[in-house]
T-cell receptor, first 115, second 114 residues
Framework: AQSVAQPEDQVNVAEGNPLTVKCTYSVSGNPYLFWYVQYPNRGLQFLLKYITGDNLVKGSYGFEAEFNKSQTSFHLKKPSALVSDSALYFCAVRDREDSNYQLIWGAGTKLIIKP | DTGVSQDPRHKITKRGQNVTFRCDPISEHNRLYWYRQTLGQGPEFLTYFQNEAQLEKSRLLSDRFSAERPKGSFSTLEIQRTEQGDSAMYLC????????????FGQGTRLTVV
């Protein structure tokens, strides 16, 4: 069965420090991987996706994520955190061999950036 | 605003009543999805449409739930005989066709059943 795990409910980072939000996945085939961000009272916003090719994917707002096949991970990173990055972050996966186009979502990680 | 819009943003209803939500997707998107999200959880897939055709429906979806997309544009999600367990955020998303196409989400409709 497909699944996504975000092992941390909350991540606290000081402004200006690098941040990492962790995501691991399980699919039977090869994955398509996505990160979304949800700000308070706003809809989910697409950040970035991994389809194929370069394992390091760059996305919106200075975020990037690294696909690691051997560790089945797709951690979200940013070199220097901003207070405005504080939000809820969701990782999602889709099995590319699966004709069902559903995204499987993690439970989310609350990111708090302290000034 | 050319994003996905949902109406209403909030709905409070008494148990046993019927409710209907509307979603207007991005105009050129032919895929439309409905999700449900409860506090502390990621979105849970409910159903999706390719144009006007409903192609997939979650096994978790009670027969009290029905969705339509009659002209392949806007969609409605109806919940009949609401229960307190239906209280959640209902999210609509749209995308272009293709497995790799990212979905764009509306702000959601928050349903509270009292």
């Amino acid at each position: 069965a497909q699944s996504v795990a975000q092992p941390e409910d909350q991540v606290n980072v000081a402004e200006g420090n690098p941040l990492t939000v962790k995501c691991t996945y399980s699919v039977s085939g090869n994955p398509y991987l996505f990160w979304y961000v949800q700000y308070p009272n706003r809809g989910l916003q697409f950040l970035l996706k991994y389809i194929t090719g370069d394992n390091l994917v760059k996305g919106s707002y200075g975020f990037e994520a690294e696909f690691n096949k051997s560790q089945t991970s797709f951690h979200l990173k940013k070199p220097s955190a901003l207070v405005s990055d504080s939000a809820l972050y969701f990782c999602a996966v889709r099995d590319r061999e699966d004709s069902n186009y559903q995204l499987i979502w993690g439970a989310g990680t609350k990111l708090i950036i302290k000034p | 605003d050319t994003g996905v819009s949902q109406d209403p943003r909030h709905k409070i209803t008494k148990r046993g009543q019927n409710v209907t939500f509307r979603c207007d997707p991005i105009s050129e998107h032919n895929r439309l999805y409905w999700y449900r999200q409860t506090l502390g959880q990621g979105p849970e897939f409910l159903t999706y449409f390719q144009n006007e055709a409903q192609l997939e429906k979650s096994r978790l979806l009670s027969d009290r739930f029905s969705a339509e997309r009659p002209k392949g544009s806007f969609s409605t999600l109806e919940i009949q005989r609401t229960e307190q367990g239906d209280s959640a955020m209902y999210l609509c998303a749209s995308s272009l066709t293709g497995q790799v196409a990212e979905a764009f989400f509306g702000q959601g409709t928050r349903l509270t059943v009292v």
